[in-house]
């Protein structure tokens, strides 16, 4: 018996949505954001009056406040813009809401992609008993659990963590972002970073590279970066020697990314243009087909998953767990594509299992502080099925 | 002793006024352009109150008919945009005024490149006694001249002719147009085309390409495009087989024109953004640098030419006709780059061609049918010396 407010009505709370109609736990689903009429298509498409729906500016608490207290929900699921993380925090903390996110808060104006922020709300959200639940799509989320899960299942020591992520879809589009071009574009121009003894090393915006093998998939150049579950995995698991992320990209993205910096359309700076003042980034978006148009045509899978080396009864091993998602299955069930498919189940899950009381606690989480177990036994009937492999050549 | 009103304040009329001052055949100089200040910003730079300046819409027959009437200009050297050829034309055979320009007439919404439109003056500026130049910068222009004069000079039977154009600068920015982008994205864009046996053969955009040679810079690669001298060189030296025009662009060049149309940014429909309708080609021109920009960091030579083959004497034979034009020296004398200052020069030169009564006849003349040896014989002095090779290796 939980009731949920969604904040955001993109490609992810359109999964998240179907996900939490489908859950009987959650007894009043409300789904809410800038557009309503984005709401009100996604809860015609789930049907059956399972989803109110409302505007909402998430940038302004005051709004965020006085749904709160008309709705008043036990969690708010935040697949919102990161930007905003902080004013629905604000709000949850104002109305006693427990709280869940997908990715961390990021202010407008830099790339930073730091926990800083949002861990400084730890006292606060325990002082007032709820829970902040932070980083629960895919990765961050599933990445984090599945390393929890093999630290508490199949190693003694974790001593070096890969996360590798793959997406060997295909949407037929000369160039696309799989999500908003905006911030796709801001995390792959910043500089990389990994951990390694201790320390952060910087690297050159995707400087290291490497030819990983994907299940299913094949080899894919794969490109070093720095991605936020890094942060907290390191400080929850201080064994960790090294940890590092992965993400493949495709020449001919890479070339189209780079092309459109040097043509200057990635400035996120005004631009005089017949006496109106245009972000060229921002008009950039316009023009490029929107994220969610891709869904229809996309086929290939995703391939997301650790690849771990450490110490097990005192002798090294190898370890691999990953899920493939399919583009084309996920498209079918909930009209989005992978991306937003692997990002919105584990968010939906994560709200279950705080509603069930199996995962719980006063203050601000990340997800590899629960049980992995009651996850990740769920995880493959939700629609990510998981695999593992084990004393294999991680390539890593 | 003449009156001469040259109308566009770009970069080539940036050269055009500054060549044209230092004639003194020119008694009258008046520059005039949509936005006055530019042509202020030319006098100024030019010195001596030699040049009149002007504002006029070149769109518009009746405001270039006004300014005509006050003038008295002998000859208009027209520098403005190719889509204002026949108004200005239309303006001349109102006030009795003789017509040069640099390039021919081409619709707003099509890229063409024909001559059709402006033959069609021919018997109007015939019947008033009037003289109408056509294509007298570099290419078209020289390049017609050049043929001419192999013609009249080296060759009985021209048979086959490869106009050259390369442009080995660099002007330091990770991607910049020499000029108007939106005209030099159109040209690039279209299908190639070239004369054989009598017949016009279709390519693809940049479909057919070769490494060429070019006078102190090295192999560049070359690729076949239409361009607009082909169509009247093959009228007027009917014994030519092959006719092509080539062009060297960089791999990085060509990637980042690939790319800028595959995110849409080449379109020339009008987009919605924020409540505006906003045509992504003219803001693209807007976040570019712009063309007139380039001078100050832009080093390296331009090198553009004829290689013909044909007989002389009962013999085949090879020649080489070219000009080098560096960067550096140009924007120096007129604080423009080559690509603008080999189009200029010719332009003045022309003019003055026809004022001391070199080039005369009434109607409308390509360059290539007039006495190409006067032309010649000041064009080094001028700032575009030409060299010549005989029997050599053309590569084509």
Redesign the interface.
Known sequence: MSKVLIIGAGGVGTVVAHKVAKNEIFTDIMLASRTKSKCDQIAAAVGGNRIQTAQVDADRVEELVALMRSFQPDIVINVALPYQDLTIMDACLECGVNYLDTANYEPKDEAHFEYSWQWAYQDRFKEKGLTAILGCGFDPGVSAIFTAYAAKHHFDEIQYLDIVDCNAGNHGK??ATNFNPEINIREITQNGRYYENGQWIKTGPLEIHNSLTYPNIGKRDSYLLYHEELESLVKNFPTIKRARFWMTFGQEYL??LR???????A?IDE???NG?K?V?LQ??K???PDPKSLGANYHGQTSIGCRIRGIKDGKERTYYIYNNCDHEQAYKETGTQAVSYTTGVPAALGAAMFARGLWKGAGVYNVEQFDPDPFLAELGEQGLPWVEKFDIDLEV
């Not at 092309?259 to 359309?265: A, H, K, L, P, T």
């Open positions: 000369a160039f070339t189209h092309v459109i910096q040097d043509i200057g359309m400035r631009v005089e243009y109106m245009i060229p008009f950039l316009a023009v490029l």
